[in-house]
């Protein structure tokens, strides 16, 4: 059974960093894409980031270039999100996702359960 458990959320002030995980288990990251989405009370969701499996290639929304950084450890089938100069509009229900490439921002086949980050001013 595949399964990707995000953890790392919280509650923080604005300028905090907060470090978000997904472990994978039943699967592998190796040869797959991972992605970052977020969904905040009365938006759609949105994809924060992304990374190709090889190359290692990432992408960002514009919305958090230069704040957030996406990263990942094949050995282990873990990503990570590293959020810092948080902002009060950061603040949304954060999902890992995996799939197949392409690494498309659409069509992703497993998801996390989602962690919360809080981000106060």
């Known amino acids: 059974q595949v399964m990707l458990a995000d953890s790392g959320g919280g509650s923080v002030q604005a300028g905090g960093s907060l470090r978000l995980t997904c472990a994978a288990s039943?699967?592998?990251?190796?040869?797959?894409?991972v992605g970052w989405f977020r969904q905040a009370p009365g938006k759609e969701r949105e994809g924060v980031a992304r990374?190709?499996?090889?190359?290692?290639?990432?992408y960002y929304a514009d919305s958090v270039k230069g704040r957030f950084t996406i990263s990942r450890d094949d050995a282990t089938d873990t990503a990570y999100l590293q959020m810092n100069s948080l902002k009060p509009e950061d603040t949304a229900l954060y999902y890992c996702?995996?799939?197949?490439?392409?690494?498309?921002?659409?069509?992703?086949?497993?998801w996390g359960q989602g962690t919360q980050v809080t981000v106060s001013s």
């Open positions: 039943g699967y592998t990251y190796d040869g797959h894409c």
């Open positions: 990374i190709l499996p090889g190359s290692g290639l990432t």
């Open positions: 996702a995996a799939r197949r490439p392409p690494c498309l921002l659409s069509r992703y086949n497993y």
